[in-house]
């Protein structure tokens, strides 16, 4: 009945869930909910903690967080949809096991490298889609052409990066690392460190610039903010995270493949995550992630069900839940709160 | 070296009406239908069941062609309504997100229920001279259908009625409106359509060479490539889109490698998307 | 023949125009004049179905009209002319012109009337729509509307991007239009052109009708000279 568009930025934000979830809390409620959290994920190991494959599962978990964290800082807080999640954590995860194992270089160092190389690629992807004034769409597209082409370069370089078999990464494997226990709490402190980033990061000026560029470009732009300074911030950051997050699992698991870091393999999970969680929210992709970690591991063996099953919750999430699960909670509980109230004598 | 393009042009006919099916969806409701490559995949899929089942290859085809199309109009009729109700870019984000989702779902059914590796159609007899290269039957049959299917698109977007109407969405869906035109009915043609599409590409390439069961996806990338070198909506920019990296495929292929041939077809969506992205081809905007 | 009643309409539950009454008999013209912004295109796209309309009834020959999908309202009888004009930019006259009469097949007769009113655009007949200029594009859009045959054409600022002469020659058009039996219901902020034209008028400020009445007294109308016709 209705015609042309009139006004399709307030549709789209609705569908990505408009507004961050920390700005609504202060600063000391985010603070002790990622303390809580971290608390609670630290008491895992105590029932899974003998099963390797159960601690293997745990850990992937973990690590998926974090890529979903950063996920939310690149799509959510700036909606820039980069479809090249698992490449840019292969970019530091490959990076860094190559440069350590090939030159001899001690690891964190080529982590350090690594990660600032992922940094750079997030960057210029910003860069590039703010000069180039692209869409959501076209972003997407381009960044998906990276995934797809990284994950090419990667078989197609078999000398240098093992090709379809993977590589064994040596750098790490002498250290805790390759423990059973210790990589969940090296992996559990990342997630925390992310999350009191993300915190820190939308408290300040940045997150500020962040809030006013996802409300109304326009309006933003007009009134001094330098969108395109802040959405490079967010893609650097974003990268770099993902290339950290990427490095470390190469030498913690020792051993990766361009398998690892497919668009199928990672961005799909990390969207429904996301998206599940609720995108913009603090909590939403440990929560996202948590889920679907479970769900996989019931899953594991009817690995087609799986596959099944992420579409059907794909298609479902984005008609009823778009605004994602912690969102729903959050307005049930204050609803909640509300009758309480109301109901008082 | 001859038979190396002529390779590329039959293979770029197919790249050509693969990125139609995906183009005009896209320029006739603003909707990225990421379930493409699956439509592909079960018309294959039908027309080898019905084949091993004693069906001669003609039918068998229809069949299959029936199947994707199916789908496609299965997929408008319901997962799409939620997505039409939503417009500009908040439309195509959705359509993007439940049809991967659909894909996943196809893709998942297939393997569980067919462990059949790949398809391929066999249809025998002594390689033909053509050109003064010699090719399989497969190989020429497939081109036969490929380019009457061509001709009788054209044909069908040019001169009839319906097919005007189609353009007229693409181009002005509000005059289209104001015209008579009914744009739910023509989405749900062209999405139909677009199924059709799909299965037969899949169906003629089967002829010449298998295809795998978990091509969906990758076919869908390819017609998405083809889609935005042509420029997105536009017909005539993913026919001559799709010849052209249908050569520029089978020469990479035979002179460098794999490897680079998918790479040099996702840097030229890349640069298109940057250089020019309304497509070397495209029409407008 | 186009009975509107009491009609509301507008954007994101704004509205524009409230509680508009309008009535078109057949073989009229019937002027819809007011400043920019004064809710006639509004009030002319919830008529055709374009716009929704939150209260109020439309009823064309007797039939409800009300909130119908634009398509239909077009098939029952009724061609908009919109201010945007909508033509289909890649497509040429001939084709712009044989949509026109969607679903049916266009009609010899029918085009030759429409090139004997434009012969302009018979001239132009393989020419892309999108390359024309502002007045051919009226002409073709005008054109187009006539194809299905309507017996309501409804046009909104007609005027609108034409220099005087051509704007002149689209109304005399219009007057050929009548000549023939067409009813015609013009929006229209030029109002002396559309008043020479028009049978009865309705002055439209604010959403609401503030005036209405015959040609001749809304020509002498005191407040319509001082607001439209710059007559002090």
Redesign the interface.
Known sequence: ???ED?DTASETSDLLGGGGGVRQVSSLTAFAAIAVMGIALALVPIWIGDSRTLMGVAVTGLLFACYTIAFNLIFGSTGQLFLAVGAFAGVGAYASAITSDRFGIPFPFTMILATGLAMLVGGVFSWIAVRRSLGIIFTGIVTLTFSLAFDNVLLGLRDITGGETGLVVDAGSDTFLSRQIPPYYVFLSLVLVYLVGYVLLHRSHIGWAFRALRDDEIAAELSGVDIARYRIYAGAIGGGMLGFAGALWAHAEGFISPATFTFVHVDVPVLVMLVFGGIGTLMGPIVGAAVFTYIGEVLASFSQLRLIAEGALLIVLFLLFPQGVVRALRSGASELWRKLRISKP | MTAVILDGILLGLQFGLLGVGLTVVYGMGGVLNLAYGQMAVVAAVVVSLSMSSGLPAGPAVMLGILAAAGIGLALDLTILKPVYRRRGEARVLLSLLLTIGVAFIIDGLLVWRFPIEALSLSIGGEPILVLGVPMRTGSLLASAITILAGGALILFFRST?IG??V??VI??E??????????SAVRTLILTLSGALAGLVAATQSMTSPVPISAGFDITILALLVTVVGGLGSVRGAFLAGLLLGVVNAMSSFYIGAYITTIILLVAAALTILIRPSGLFG??A | MLEVSNLSAG??SKAVVLGVSVDVREGEVVAIIGSNGAGKTTFL?AV?????VSEGEVRYEGRPIT?L???KI??AGI??V?AE???????TVA?NL???A??L?PDPGQQSLVFELFPRLAERRRQAAGTMSGGEQQMLAVG??LM?RPRLLILDEPTTGLAPRLAAQAYESLAALRAQGMTILVAEQQVPIVLSLADRGYVLENGAIQIEGLATELRNNPTVRRAYLGVV
């Open positions: 009945m209705t015609t009139f | 009625t005007k109407a353009r007229s181009q002005d509000v005059g289209a409106r104001l015209c008579g035109v009914n744009p029409e407008h | 954007y994101d796209r055709c179905g374009l716009l929704p909130n999908a634009v398509h077009a098939r061609s908009f919109p004009r909508h033509l289909f930019p890649e497509m084709e044989a949509l026109g969607f679903p097949r187009r509307a299905s």
